[in-house]
């Protein structure tokens, strides 16, 4: 499997940056795969950001709710993540992730379990100024 994530840069606070990650090695759309955004901010662990199972079900950190929205293409076996209303607190690399199992989907605790992530893409820089 191979992940590859474009779309990261520099925006102002309150405005809106779209990622992409295109997919290779594993269909998107099948119901047992999920995908997830996380994030890594300087001087903080990853977290799960959003994610998407192969039946089109999502879910979000609280801190992104109404703001982020995570799709995929399928016909391009792309996944995306829509960012409006960017806070500075949004600075981070931003990473995608596959998982073959579906529970990986489940947020637990508010957290997704990103030890059932075995394939990471390398990562691209989102940087919010306030």
């Known amino acids: 499997v191979q992940l590859v994530e474009s779309g990261g840069g520099s925006v102002q606070a309150g405005g809106s940056l779209a990622l992409s990650c295109a997919a290779s090695?594993?269909?998107?759309?099948?119901?047992?795969?999920?995908l997830a955004w996380f994030r890594q901010a300087p001087g903080k662990e990853r977290g799960g950001v959003a994610a998407?199972?192969?039946?089109?079900?999502?879910g979000y950190e609280d801190p992104v709710k109404g703001r982020f929205t995570v799709s995929e293409d399928n016909a391009n076996n792309t996944l995306y993540l829509q960012m409006s209303s960017l806070r500075a607190e949004g600075t981070a690399k931003y990473y995608c992730?596959?998982?073959?199992?579906?529970?990986?989907?489940?947020?637990?605790?508010?957290?997704?379990?990103?030890?059932?992530?075995?394939?990471w893409g390398q990562g691209t820089q989102v940087t919010v100024s306030s």
């Open positions: 992730a596959a998982s073959l199992r579906r529970d990986d989907c489940g947020w637990y605790a508010r957290q997704l379990n990103q030890a059932g992530f075995n394939d």
């Open positions: 090695g594993v269909i998107i759309s099948t119901y047992s795969v999920c």
């Open positions: 998407i199972g192969g039946d089109g079900v999502t």
